[in-house]
């Protein structure tokens, strides 16, 4: 099971950190994606961390203000989203790659997915 939590409402500017707490598997054995879907658009991926290694993709959008990390003793990937924008707003979603792909910004790379968080920018 994965349940994100941490979204809320937050100004222009502002700070969340999302947490994606996995049971039933170890997270540091998958990749763990981070998408989000705004009403109306198709979802997309924000970022994500591979298994073994920890490598990390970050969407173009993102890249410099959201920082991935894993905690293996807690079994959580985090999203620190600093410097938050009014397009940031959606709903976020975490998720998880089959055990033997690295992970990747594509939704059809993820087979296993837990429930949104909703994010909202406002000013």
């Known amino acids: 099971q994965l349940q994100a939590s941490g979204g809320g409402l937050v100004q222009p500017g502002g700070s969340l950190r999302l947490s994606c707490a996995a049971s039933?598997?170890?997270?540091?054995?998958?990749?763990i994606g981070w998408f989000r879907q705004a009403p109306g658009r198709e979802r997309e991926g924000v970022s994500c961390?591979?298994?073994?290694?920890?490598?990390?993709y970050y969407s173009d959008s993102v890249k410099g203000r959201f920082t991935i990390s894993r905690d293996n003793a807690k079994n959580t990937v985090y999203l620190q989203m600093n410097s938050l924008k009014p397009e940031d707003t959606a709903v976020y979603y975490c998720?998880?790659?089959?055990?033997?792909?690295?992970?990747?910004?594509?939704?059809?790379?993820?087979?296993?997915w837990g429930q949104g968080t909703q994010v909202t920018v406002f000013s």
């Open positions: 961390i591979s298994q073994g290694d920890g490598g990390l």
């Open positions: 998720a998880r790659t089959p055990s033997s792909y690295r992970c990747s910004g594509a939704v059809a790379r993820y087979n296993y």
């Open positions: 039933g598997f170890t997270v540091d054995s998958y990749g």
